[in-house]
T-cell receptor, first 114, second 112 residues
């Protein structure tokens, strides 16, 4: 069965520090991958996506993610975190074979301390 | 993301009430989705529509009834809900069945 794991429920970083949020997946097909961000009381906003090609993808708000097939990972990174980045982050995985169905991780809550 | 709107944003209903949630997408997409987001649980896909046809019903109880009159509008009709149905209900759309999904702000539903 398909699954997505975000091992960290909460992460706290200082403003200006670098950030890495982990995402691992288990999928029986070639995946396509997404990161979304959700602020309190809001819907999910797409940060970036990977379908094929260059395994390092750039997204909005200065985020990037790297697809590592050998590690079944798609970790999200940002070199310098801003207080406004505090939110919950979700990794999601899909595949052509599964059509519309995206599987979401449980989320990682990011806290930023000043 | 103003491309997908949802109304109402908040809803409180009793277990015997009937209400409907509305979703509208202004992106020209062909696929629409309903998700349920409960505290401390991963996002749960409920229903999928492609070109107005339902293509996925993820074992959702019949007290939730979706309707998709056209590619831009999606409804979720609610009746005789249970307190455990209290959650944030999110609507999303995508260009096609393989594309990235764009989400609305959600409806916060409380069942009393």
């Amino acid at each position: 069965a398909q699954s997505v794991t975000q091992p960290d429920i909460h992460i706290t970083v200082s403003e200006g520090a670098s950030l890495e949020l982990r995402c691992n997946y288990s999928y029986g097909a070639t995946p396509y991958l997404f990161w979304y961000v959700q602020s309190p009381g809001q819907g999910l906003q797409l940060l970036l996506k990977y379908f094929s090609g260059d395994t390092l993808v750039q997204g909005i708000k200065g985020f990037e993610a790297e697809f590592k097939r050998s590690q079944s990972s798609f970790n999200l990174r940002k070199p310098s975190v801003h207080w406004s980045d505090a939110a919950e982050y979700f990794c999601a995985v899909g595949a052509k074979e599964y059509g519309n169905k995206l599987v979401f991780g449980a989320g990682t809550i990011l806290r930023v301390k000043s | 993301e103003t491309g997908v709107t949802q109304t109402p944003r908040h809803l409180v209903m009793g277990m015997t009430n009937k209400k409907s949630l509305k979703c509208e997408q202004h992106l020209g997409h062909n696929a629409m989705y309903w998700y349920k987001q409960s505290a401390k649980k991963p996002l749960e896909l409920m229903f999928v529509y492609n070109f107005k046809e339902q293509t996925e019903n993820n074992s959702v109880p019949s007290r939730f009834s979706p309707e998709c009159p056209n590619s831009s509008h999606l409804f979720l009709h609610l009746h005789t809900l249970q307190p455990e149905d209290s959650a944030l209900y999110l609507c999303a759309s995508s260009h096609d069945h393989l594309g990235e999904q764009y989400f609305g702000p959600g409806t916060r539903l409380t069942v009393t």
